[in-house]
């Protein structure tokens, strides 16, 4: 059997520097990898204890974000896992090993009333990750919103689903669009992880550690608990996802980080939910077409209903649902893997 370091420069570099800072710990295996190009490396110790290295590479995923984000949570006492060496120009880091257990693989086997108190835990973390501080993180801007809008229509009914749109379409489109991101725009901002859903969020001692965290940016209060409670992978109950809303915007009213009526935080977070639906339907449309991660597309009809439900809560955007209508996942031509 070939080695795969024979043939894989980057795990090669990644054993010689596990080696520099661990010696004594044992080949590579692989962890997992995400939709990023970042890929993560689990190696076991002599005494039985584990370690894992990022691998980064430096010009596709550098390092900066990552170490800065990471040491604003653990600066604030969340669990996140710990930095015990870097190679910045390497693009290499060796972290503490959380194991496997993400939110999404345990509460597939947990009684309704673990999984509840779990959403719950993860929930209020949210209030101390909403309150870090912000100064140099991205604003989550115009322009920005609407590049991640953009991907829905490029990746999803461009590419995806093969809908043409007339020029009068397309022109509303746009108009909704830019509408969506100019609100989302002025809502006060603060730390925002972007990312803050079930297969980001690990089962450990200290609760539920926070990962893939290097994305943060200044943003929308309920950005963090749309992706949370409106996951693309989880279809969390309706009542259940109404009652933690509630709870969190009573904690944030609390900590001073609004002071909006539940009633309009409830039609933000809604706003804010449509946003991100239409960027990850793009999102997983190009994973598939771009990338043959082709496994996401079974994702799509969830995030679809997930976007119908926000709408519900966004009287304004009518029109929006009106424009869509018809490019529903189980529209999309039998050849999707083109």
Request: with cysteine; hydrophobic share 40%; proline share 7%.
């Amino acid at each position: 059997m070939t080695d795969p370091a024979a043939t894989d420069p980057r795990l090669e570099a990644a054993h010689a520097f596990l080696q520099r800072h661990a010696p004594g710990f044992g080949a590579l295996r692989s962890a997992s990898s995400d939709a990023s190009n970042r890929r993560y490396w689990r190696a076991q110790g002599p005494n039985g204890e584990s370690l894992v290295v990022m691998d980064s590479p430096p010009d596709k995923e550098p390092l900066a974000p990552f170490l800065d984000v990471q040491s604003r949570l653990e600066q604030a006492g969340l669990p996140v896992p710990h930095i015990h060496a870097r190679d910045r120009e390497g693009g290499f880091l060796l972290l503490d090993d959380l194991g496997s257990d993400t939110l999404f693989s345990w509460q597939a086997g947990a009684e309704p009333t673990a999984r509840a108190n779990a959403l719950a835990e993860c929930r209020a973390q949210l209030v101390t990750v909403a309150q870090i501080d912000r100064d140099g993180l991205p604003a989550f801007d115009a322009p920005r919103l609407i590049t991640e809008m953009q991907l829905f229509d490029d990746w999803y009914r461009g590419g995806h689903l093969d809908v043409d749109w007339s020029d009068g379409q397309a022109g509303r489109w746009a108009e909704l669009r830019d509408r969506i991101a100019s609100r989302l725009a002025t809502m006060p901002p603060v730390f925002v992880h972007r990312d803050y859903h079930s297969r980001n969020l690990m089962r450990g001692e200290a609760g539920w550690a926070i990962i893939d965290f290097q994305d943060a940016v200044a943003g929308p209060l309920a950005y963090d608990l749309v992706s949370l409670l409106r996951d693309s992978y989880i279809d969390w109950p309706t009542d259940r996802v109404e009652r933690e809303i509630d709870s969190f915007w009573q904690q944030a009213r609390a900590a001073g980080l609004t002071d909006a009526s539940l009633d309009e935080f409830t039609e933000d977070f809604a706003w804010v939910a449509v946003q991100r639906h239409l960027k990850v339907l793009g999102i997983f449309a190009r994973l598939s077409r771009r990338d043959g991660k082709h496994g996401y597309l079974d994702d799509l009809p969830l995030t679809w209903r997930h976007l119908q439900w926000a709408l519900d809560r966004a009287p304004e955007l009518a029109p929006l649902r009106e424009l869509i209508t018809g490019l529903e996942p189980e529209n999309a031509p039998e050849n999707t893997h083109g």
